[in-house]
């Protein structure tokens, strides 16, 4: 058969799905709504597996354990501590913050909180203290750093700080388990939904052109030409399905994104941003995905009704 006659009968489908879409309307309302909602609710439970991802990427950036060290250490006997910490296996890195950056950061960080300010001008001096700052090379790996940590013997050492992280972090992974296991269940309802509704919209397309489907039998029509339509129809759905979840996607991202500065205080994370990056991937893969589900259930329709 000759290109040319395969692309007029691709064209062909498609006009007479288009005509069906049109023709039932209302049903294809509710097609198209209920594939927005389980886009939607796919598209969220994506969103919470990245905001997820990014709370405990930032709890670990955020994880370090803190010596203290006196006040009359000399800078050799600081710079000896440190390269012995920084030869442990669980240590990525060492900073040494002197008495001096310590208050500006003190500063900096109570910067609109004028009691504080006030009372370290009333101390007139400098209170805080040298530090090494130690960063883990895996948070898996923390307790055993701390033990290590316990036993380097230093005179100039006045107190250590460790603040295990492992508590907060298995807390947001028991969050995102059953935040996850509730969105694919809802998830799988929408699919589950979308195929019901698909297969009864193509169902009700096929029982309102009999007449017509019987006549094309007599000319002579393919299978594929009097079939073709109606896989063609639950692409259109899942294309406008698609089209306006994004639609209603985007505007809860931008509603979204507030909160999440305020929650990521100090990181530059954007929600938005994200899916904007990746957003022509996404967008195919989830027609992909939702054009594969949907045609699958109009073939099934399309094979149980269309033998007139």
């Given amino acids: 058969m000759p290109f040319a006659t395969i692309l007029l009968s691709i064209l062909r489908a498609i006009k007479f799905s288009l005509q069906d879409v049109v023709r039932n309307f209302w049903l294809s309302i509710v097609t198209i709504i209920i594939l927005v909602l389980a886009l939607f609710s796919v598209n969220t439970l994506l969103t919470m597996r990245v905001i997820t991802s990014s709370a405990i990427d930032s709890i670990k950036e955020k994880v370090d354990i803190n010596l203290y060290l006196k006040n009359e250490s000399t800078e050799a006997e600081i710079m000896a501590l440190k390269a012995e910490v920084s030869n442990l296996n669980q240590v990525k890195t060492v900073t040494y913050v002197s008495k ?84 694919m269940f809802v998830s799988l309802i929408f699919i589950l939904i979308t195929i019901l509704v698909v297969y009864n919209s193509i169902r009700v397309a096929i029982y309102t052109h009999q007449r017509e489907i019987k006549i094309m039998r007599l000319v002579g029509a393919s299978n594929w030409f009097i079939r073709a339509p109606y896989i063609f129809s639950s692409l259109i759905y899942t294309l406008f399905g698609l089209i306006l979840a994004i639609i209603v996607f985007y505007p809860f991202l931008t509603i979204l994104q507030p909160y999440l500065e305020t929650f990521f205080s100090g990181y530059s994370f954007n929600i938005i941003s994200y899916f904007r990056t990746g957003f022509w991937r996404l967008f195919m893969l989830e027609f992909l995905a939702a054009g594969a589900i949907n045609v699958f259930a109009s073939w099934i329709a399309v094979r149980k009704y269309s033998r007139v």
């Fill in 100 to 183: 001096q950056e310590a208050l500006e950061s003190f500063k900096d960080k109570h910067k609109n909180d004028p009691d504080v300010l006030e009372a370290l001008r009333q101390l007139n001096k400098n209170p805080l203290t040298p530090t090494l700052v130690i960063k883990p090379k895996q948070v898996g790996n923390y307790d055993d750093l701390i033990n290590n940590i316990n036993r380097v013997e230093s005179n100039i050492i006045e107190s250590r700080n460790f603040d295990n992280p492992k508590a907060m972090l298995d807390k947001i992974n028991g969050i995102a388990v059953k935040v996850n296991e509730a969105g």
